[in-house]
């Protein structure tokens, strides 16, 4: 392990900082637009990895990979404009930050928390590869199936008011996973003979339709800014006052991103399903979680520390078993194997040099990330007090180019426009954008995992031990709030000397029943 | 249990700004929200009828999905007409209320109209399809700033160029397609 420790750190020359620093600024800033996301970003410095010795090109390729998920933090704050799948959870309550005049606050909660995260990642890669091998091969499709009906069985809480509308745009954004060619019969669904659709609707337009243009109407409708309300503090002090907030949520970060670590651990899920779940988890354990989606940092710091953290719970299983835990960690493989460095044994013998020259990669490219997006965030924060019809022009020709980025077809444009249209008509009757989105994003795992669960195990892979203890402790957390309610109310019934004939008591305990319909009323 | 609203999210807004349009029409008796509700139940209804024209196995999930959901979509058809004619607890000023802080900045400016904004969007697209994207992003974000911001021509300008020139730089340095256009071939940029 130590000796490791040495070779990796006589890999961290000056060369291959350089050229991290390189992976780094190039994925930041193809981060930073929207509909390009990571996977782009480890592309494009593929060619310029094979030109390099194996230290140097692999330490541009983690560069790149460490920050994939800083940059879009970004676009997601500022103008509810996420980069990528990962960077959805990020606008749900940043953006709302951004329009009460705290958007550079919430960037800088955002970029610290991806940092803080990445780099738990980090060291989470050296704690777990000792105990990673038997979980991992222990978790198969029905596992992953029912891990994600757990994040859709959190979808109920997330959203507008009505559980039912709520639901509904869930459901519906589930139903839309479905568009395009049934993987083990080849049928095609809902394609209406659209070639293009035969892949099922993309998500990056659906997403800038759904968030970008829907916003962008919305925008020119009201007239004004992004920010309706002018920031009360200079963006010196929203910047330490974002830093700040990351420590003062410690256990809010720590939280998401071990989560993120786990959730990046299991092969195919990956920072769009932790988002996700980190963020339902840190809703219903943190104190302040009734404030979530109005405007807390709490939210933005939840989404951010677990992306990035799945950075390092991916590199597990990718370079212990040559299972890649994400699109872009799967680009990495083929570009390692394609330099002579195999995964799996040799990797945690001949080549630990290299497992740990990633792990300082991880850490110090993640750093690098955020101080570099930390000091443009100020200036960025500018734009969001600018008139929104000047911004709407430029806004709406990048989420064109970002639409038809994603594959070329003009179709994936018109899709955008669609679900712009559908995206306003959700903003404006109270239907939630958020629950929508992990239907669809969820769902399209979900059938997959479903069928191969089908065809291994048939019905019998409900008897998996591993589904069984993710189904209990699903329960376990969706029942938690009223099992804590009902301990609350038995604490109070169980303190009679100072609780009985007090009628300043009885009437807080009476808010707190309250209080506890009310919610459940909102349900 | 507590629950969160998406960044769109409506607090209560009894005493919503007259001013701000969208406050506005949500204070009306609510026909959009009722053909909102009416379009959430007729699209899965719609899916969940080509359903049964797939194979078992490829119908499946479709229909695990499809049909709660159409139950669901009724449950909210129904609280909207409630909503909407005043039964119940929900008054119709609750549906789709937009932010009410929105009202503190644009309470003095007037956005522009939905038809209006509908055809800018359209004629975008289209204009994309015919003449590419470099092209339309100029004359589009000159347009839009000058005569929608009110922002002066110099300006107008320089911005539509710098975006115009990103994407271009984007197109030639990293190869990310960019639609040319129909007509695009003809045009000189």
Redesign the interface.
């Known amino acids: 392990m130590f000796e490791g420790f040495v070779e990796g750190l006589r890999y961290l020359t000056v060369t291959t900082l350089l050229w991290m620093s390189f992976g780094v600024v190039v994925a930041t800033l193809i981060a930073v637009i929207p509909g390009l996301g990571g996977t782009f970003a480890i592309v494009v410095l593929l060619p310029f990895a094979f030109s390099l010795p194996t230290e140097s090109g692999l330490a541009l390729l983690m560069g790149g990979l460490a920050v994939i998920g800083t940059g879009n933090t970004i676009t997601s704050v500022l103008f509810g404009v996420p980069g990528s799948p990962t960077a959805v959870a990020t606008t749900f309550d940043g953006y709302p930050m951004a329009k009460k005049g705290e958007g550079t606050r919430a960037v800088a909660a955002g970029l610290t928390a991806s940092a803080v995260g990445g780099i738990i990642g980090a060291i989470a890669l050296v704690l777990m590869l000792p105990i990673m091998r038997p979980l991992v091969l222990s978790l198969g499709s029905p596992e992953f199936f029912v891990l994600i009906l757990a994040a859709l069985a959190f979808m109920g809480f997330v959203g507008s008011k009505s559980m039912t509308r709520s639901l509904t745009a869930g459901f519906l954004g589930l139903m839309l996973s479905f568009v395009g060619m049934e993987i083990s019969t080849g049928t095609t669904r809902y394609t209406f003979g659209q070639l293009f659709l035969w892949e099922g609707i993309h998500l990056v337009p659906l997403m800038i339709g759904l968030f970008a243009i829907a916003e962008v109407v919305v925008l020119l409708r009201r007239g004004g800014s992004i920010a309706v309300t002018p920031p009360t503090e200079a963006p010196g002090v929203q910047v330490r006052r974002g830093m700040f907030d990351v420590v003062r949520h410690w256990r809010t970060t720590l939280q998401s991103s071990i989560t993120g670590v786990l959730i990046g651990a299991a092969p195919g899920l990956g920072g769009s399903t932790a988002q996700f779940i980190a963020y339902t988890q840190a809703l219903k354990t943190s104190p302040n979680g009734a404030d979530f989606g109005t405007g807390t940092v709490e939210g933005v710091i939840a989404a951010d520390a677990a992306v990035n953290s799945t950075d390092g719970g991916s590199l597990v299983p990718s370079l212990a078993f040559g299972i890649p835990g994400s699109a872009p960690m799967a680009i990495i493989l083929a570009a390692m194997i394609s330099m002579g460095v195999q995964p799996g044994q040799e990797m945690l013998t001949d080549n630990i040099g290299l497992l740990w020259l990633f792990i300082f990669v991880l850490v110090l490219g993640n750093v690098l990330g955020a101080a570099i997006c930390l000091s443009v965030s100020g200036v960025l924060a500018k734009v969001t007090r600018v008139r929104g019809s000047a911004l709407a022009g430029p806004v709406l020709i990048v989420s064109v180019f970002g639409a038809y980025a994603t594959s070329g077809h003009y179709g994936d444009v018109l899709v955008a426009l669609l679900f712009g249209a559908v995206g306003y008509v959700m903003i404006r009757f109270d239907y939630s954008r958020a629950t929508f989105v992990i239907g669809f994003v969820l769902g399209i795992l979900l059938e997959r995992h479903y069928l191969l669960s089908m065809r291994l195990y048939g019905w019998g892979f409900l008897d998996r031990p591993g589904v069984r203890v993710i189904t209990v402790l699903t329960v376990l957390v969706i029942a938690f709030p009223a099992i804590k309610r009902l301990a609350l109310r038995r604490r109070g019934a169980a303190e009679p000397p100072i609780v009985a004939g007090d009628d300043q008591a009885t009437t807080s305990s009476d808010d707190g029943d309250t209080k506890s319909t009310s919610q459940m009323g909102e349900r | 249990?507590?629950?969160?609203?998406?960044?769109?999210?409506?607090?209560e807004t009894p005493s919503a700004d007259r001013s701000?349009?969208?406050q506005h029409?949500?204070a009306s008796p609510?026909l959009?929200?009722l053909i909102?509700?009416a379009?959430?139940l007729i699209?899965?209804l719609a899916?969940v009828a080509?359903?049964f024209a797939?194979?078992e196995?490829?119908r499946r999930?479709?229909l695990v999905?499809?049909v709660?959901?159409v139950v669901?979509?009724t449950?909210?058809l129904i609280?909207t007409v409630r909503r909407s004619f005043g039964v119940g607890a929900?008054a119709p000023s609750?549906?789709?209320?937009?932010?009410a802080?929105?009202?503190?900045?644009?309470a003095e400016?007037?956005?522009?109209?939905?038809p209006l904004?509908f055809v800018?969007?359209?004629a975008?697209?289209a204009a994309?399809?015919l003449f590419g994207?470099i092209g339309?992003?100029v004359v589009?974000?000159v347009?839009?700033?000058r005569f929608?911001?009110?922002?002066g021509w110099l300006r107008s300008l320089v911005?539509?160029i710098v975006?115009a020139g990103s994407?271009y730089a984007?197109d030639e340095l990293?190869n990310?397609?960019?639609?040319g256009g129909r007509l695009g071939a003809l045009l000189p940029f």
């Open positions: 249990m507590s629950r969160i609203s998406d960044d769109e999210a409506a607090p701000d349009p969208l029409e949500a609510d959009g929200a909102a509700a379009g959430f699209i899965p899916m080509m359903a797939f194979n196995e490829a999930l479709p999905v499809g709660p959901l669901l979509a449950l909210n609280g929900g609750e549906v789709g209320a937009e932010n802080a929105a009202s503190a900045m644009s400016q007037e956005g522009l109209g939905l904004i800018l969007l359209v975008l697209v994309v399809w994207l339309t992003s589009f974000i347009l839009l700033t929608a911001a009110g922002l911005l539509a975006v994407l984007f990293l990310v397609p960019i639609h």
